[in-house]
């Protein structure tokens, strides 16, 4: 790939940034900026890109095993593959459950992004934003997090061979989810803040472009981030479900979402658009309020307390994009309570398929949708699980194990004297059938 065929615009003005910018703001109106590539000269210099595609199959090693880089040509067509920094992400399941049919009461196939490996989907956007990083000549990177980018960033950092700093707000994230920039070996600080303020200190901490920054208002993670869409097709042998569905905190991943299928339309990949639902937790819901609006204002709000502490976020960074994509996609946007969404999670735990609570935010969703007939009972979804439930132990253990937060769903384990005799006469009152819920 010899060739250039990206070019980063402003999203409001259109004014043309540099490629190499270290600063991810227009530098005419402020707003965000967008990585465009040319397509027609892509298509044309790739030819079949679907067998192209078809053949990056059976590839075993980086960067083309990895389910980002397998669709080069569609994220960072300018990058060479030496410059790469893979784990390899992305191949994450796509499954397909009857109790999680019944329980959305739709077709509803679970992307699982946990599966990637920092177990959530932020390693398909620090891919991409790492190796540009590096492409760019950068010295040192940060983001601000509610735990799961940082933990890409210090993990992507670490085999990019980069200093990382982190800023958390202390005492917001999961256990798990700060252990991960520990162990990379990032320098990471607690901020006695929200996610909301740790964002506004990373931007000034990076605005003079000495330390590059890698929140998703950097354009190039957006790319990396649209492989979820353009994988989950693939995986569907490039038939479209009717939805996606997906759960929104600072809003970069559904941009990327939209962006990636927009591509693959584009392209004449795929013959229609599905239709995409935001969903929000009801403690952090300032694009459903918008939304709820038609979208006459930006809103923007404190985010309040919520066992979906990945999405805590009252003032989205990528809202405008956002809102662009959910226009163009005739989009919805739901919101749902910290209840629905633990026993949402835990009805599709039980099915095999270990998720957050952010992601069942999104199942939730997807439920009441259905309910409210927006999604109709005829109609197939896919809905993006961010991240696994491992991330989130302490968030679940309760839910199981604590009466006064039981749900559903809960399956509590039964204190049992170490005898056969009380083993066999605990084991002697449970169901044959397997726990389903209440
Ligand atoms: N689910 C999980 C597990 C997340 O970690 C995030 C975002 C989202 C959903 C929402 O995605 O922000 O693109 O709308 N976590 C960020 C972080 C904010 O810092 O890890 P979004």
Same mark, same amino acid.
């Given at each position: ?34 990585? @465009? ?24 090693? $980086? ?24 784990? $390899? ?9 009857? /109790? ?35 492409? =760019? ?89 649209? =492989?979820?869409?353009? @994988? ?89 994009? =956002? ?15 910290? =209840? ?25 969703? /997807? ?35 604590? $009466? ?26 449970? $169901? ?7």
């Amino acid at each position: 790939m010899d060739q250039s065929y990206s070019k980063l615009y402003c999203i409001a003005c259109g004014h043309q940034e540099p490629v190499t910018t270290s600063r991810f703001y227009c530098s005419s109106c402020g707003d965000l900026l967008s990585v @465009e590539h040319d397509l027609t000269a892509v298509a044309a210099h790739h030819g079949d890109l679907k067998a192209l595609f078809r053949e990056r199959l059976l590839q075993m090693q $980086p960067p083309y095993a990895s389910g980002v880089w397998r669709y080069h040509e569609l994220i960072l067509p300018d990058l060479p593959a030496e410059g790469i920094v893979s784990q $390899p992400e992305g191949n994450t399941g796509l499954y397909r459950r009857p /109790a999680v049919d019944r329980y959305v009461g739709a077709a509803a196939w679970i992307k699982h992004e946990g599966e990637n490996p920092t177990l959530s989907f932020k390693d398909r956007g620090m891919t991409a934003g790492v190796s540009w990083a590096k492409h =760019a000549g950068a010295k040192r990177v940060a983001c601000a997090s509610t735990g799961d980018t940082s933990a890409a960033m210090a993990c992507y950092a670490a085999a990019a061979d980069l200093p990382a700093v982190v800023l958390l707000p202390e005492n917001k994230v999961s256990v798990e989810q700060l252990v991960q920039p520990l162990s990379y070996g990032a320098h990471v600080l607690a901020l006695k803040t929200d996610f909301d303020g740790c964002m506004a200190r990373v931007k000034e901490l990076t605005e003079d472009g000495e330390i590059y920054l890698l929140n998703s208002m950097n354009p190039f993670r957006i790319e990396g981030q649209k =492989a979820i869409g353009i @994988e989950t097709v693939h995986q569907l042998d490039w038939q479209v479900p009717d939805w996606f569905v997906i759960p929104v905190g600072n809003a970069g991943n559904i941009s990327a979402l939209g962006k990636g299928l927009l591509t693959l339309h584009q392209l004449g990949l795929i013959d229609r658009l599905p239709r995409i639902a935001g969903v929000q937790v009801d403690a952090a819901n300032p694009m459903f309020q918008a939304y709820s609006e038609g979208w006459k204002r930006r809103t923007r709000m404190t985010a309040r307390p919520t066992v979906a502490s990945a999405i805590r976020i009252g003032d989205p960074v990528s809202f405008d994009k =956002a809102k662009g994509v959910l226009q163009h996609f005739q989009g919805v946007v739901t919101e749902v309570s910290d =209840a629905q969404a633990l026993d949402a999670k835990a009805a599709v735990d039980a099915a095999g398929i270990n998720i957050c609570p952010n992601s069942g935010v999104a199942v939730a969703g /997807a439920k009441r949708l259905v309910e409210q007939g927006i999604i109709s009972r005829q109609q197939s979804m896919a809905i993006i699980a961010t991240a696994h439930g491992s991330k989130f132990a302490t968030t679940t253990l309760p839910y199981h194990s604590q $009466p006064e937060a039981a749900g559903d769903y809960s399956n509590p384990p039964r204190l049992t004297e170490p005898t056969l005799e009380a083993v066999r006469s605990a084991l002697s009152e449970l $169901p044959d059938a397997r726990h389903r819920g209440r």
